[in-house]
Every structure is written in structure tokens, then in C-alpha cells.
T-cell receptor
Framework: DVKVTQSSRYLVKRTGEKVFLECVQDMDHENMFWYRQDPGLGLRLIYFSYDVKMKEKGDIPEGYSVSREKKERFSLILESASTNQTSMYLC??????????????FGQGTRLTVV | GENVEQHPSTLSVQEGDSAVIKCTYSDSASNYFPWYKQELGKRPQLIIDIRSNVGEKKDQRIAVTLNKTAKHFSLHITETQPEDSAVYFCAARIQGAQKLVFGQGTRLTINP
């Protein structure tokens, strides 16, 4: 079974704090993604990475950065947390899509509250 | 870039009836269209997908249809059961790209 594990299920942080969300996958997937899930807005892509040390901006990268130093780990960083970043954060991983299809496997999500 | 619109946002059907969720996409270069189901408190999981060279795909009570000309695809669930209650997301991937663009989600409720 593919496992995508996010370090925390629930987090409460204060405005202005630097926040780290960690994600680890155990299936040697090339691609890793960070999505934000808000009611009525679906899953919006923040950043993704298709290889170690490689990253690309998604649709809503402002206020976030990422780090992928090892293939199995993808970190999302909120440089200075704000209340509008209160949300459910979902990490996902997949094989490279080249030449076919690849299922995205999701972590259990981190519900972040910024107060 | 790709944009995916999903309708309706909420859908309520009687147990045993059929449910249909529709999505439209903007980029004609999209060639892969998966559907994910997210049960309450759980992670999204793939339930069915279709590639652009296929018009329809079935898996037991669920099916997906694709109309490339109109750039829309639909999820059909027949003989709905209480365990079908969940949020469903459609997605699209542009050929050659590594990311999936998701729709806004549909909350499906099956009434007993």
C-alpha cells in the first residue's frame, strides 16, 4: 500500500509564526504536491515538485514556499502565518505522468488554524 | 492554464436512484481525467479515470463519459447506496504536464 503521511493532523499557530508542514511518501514517487482544500473552492494547488530540489508554483503560491531535499519528503513552509491561511492542507504524491496515467495518493490532511 | 468547473456543488438523491456530476475543462490539450472520492474525515481516493482516447469507462456502478468536442466529462453513479455519500472531485491533466487541476467538488448525499 502506498503511504503518504503528513506530520500533523491538527495544528494551531499564531499570526506571524513560521510554520512547517511535513509530508513523507514511501513509494519512490517522483511527483509530490501540496494542495489547499477550502469549502466551495475544491483542491487548489500551492506548489509541486517533480524531482529532488525541483519545484514549480501552482495556482496559489503566495505566502508559501517548499523544500524537497530528499525524494520521499516534501515540506510546505508558511513564512509568516496569517489568518487567511487557516485551511486544510493536503499532500499528495504520484509517479511521473509521462507516457500514461498516474494515480495521485493523498495524505490524511493537516487542518491548520492560525489565530 | 487549465481551468476545471464542476457542477453541482451539492446533490441529494434518494437511495437507489442515479447521480450525475458534470465537469468542464478549458484546455483542449488535456488528456487525462480522474475522479476522486473523499469520505467525511478521510483522504481523497481515486475511484475511476478516463483517458482522452476513450469515450466511456465503467466500473460496476460507476461510469465516466468524456466529450472532447464539448470539453466536458461526467461521473455517473447508478443504484446509489448510503456509502456513496461523499465529496467527489473531478480533475484534468494537460498532456505533458505533471500536475492535476481539480474542480470545486460536489457534496453528494444519499437519502435513505
Amino acid at each position: 500500500d502506498v503511504k503518504v503521511t503528513q506530520s500533523s493532523r491538527y495544528l494551531v499557530k499564531r499570526t506571524g509564526e513560521k510554520v512547517f508542514l511535513e509530508c513523507v511518501q514511501d513509494m519512490d514517487h517522483e511527483n509530490m504536491f501540496w494542495y489547499r482544500q477550502d469549502p466551495g473552492l475544491g483542491l487548489r494547488l500551492i506548489y509541486f515538485s517533480y524531482d529532488v530540489k525541483m519545484k514549480e508554483k501552482g495556482d496559489i503560491p503566495e505566502g508559501y514556499s517548499v523544500s524537497r531535499e530528499k525524494k520521499e519528503r516534501f515540506s510546505l513552509i508558511l513564512e509568516s502565518a496569517s489568518t487567511n491561511q487557516t485551511s486544510m492542507y493536503l499532500c499528495a504524491s504520484s509517479l511521473n505522468f509521462q507516457g500514461g496515467v498516474a494515480e495521485a495518493f493523498f495524505g490524511q490532511g493537516t487542518r491548520l488554524t492560525v489565530v | 492554464g487549465e481551468n476545471v468547473e464542476q457542477h453541482p456543488s451539492t446533490l441529494s438523491v434518494q437511495e437507489g436512484d442515479s447521480a450525475v456530476i458534470k465537469c468542464t475543462y478549458s484546455d483542449s490539450a488535456s488528456n487525462y481525467f480522474p475522479w476522486y472520492k473523499q469520505e467525511l474525515g478521510k483522504r481523497p481516493q481515486l475511484i475511476i479515470d478516463i483517458r482522452s482516447n476513450v469515450g466511456e469507462k465503467k466500473d460496476q456502478r460507476i461510469a465516466v463519459t468524456l466529450n472532447k468536442t464539448a470539453k466536458h466529462f461526467s461521473l455517473h453513479i447508478t443504484e446509489t447506496q448510503p456509502e456513496d455519500s461523499a465529496v467527489y472531485f473531478c480533475a484534468a491533466r494537460i498532456q505533458g504536464a505533471q500536475k492535476l487541476v481539480f474542480g470545486q467538488g460536489t457534496r453528494l448525499t444519499i437519502n435513505p
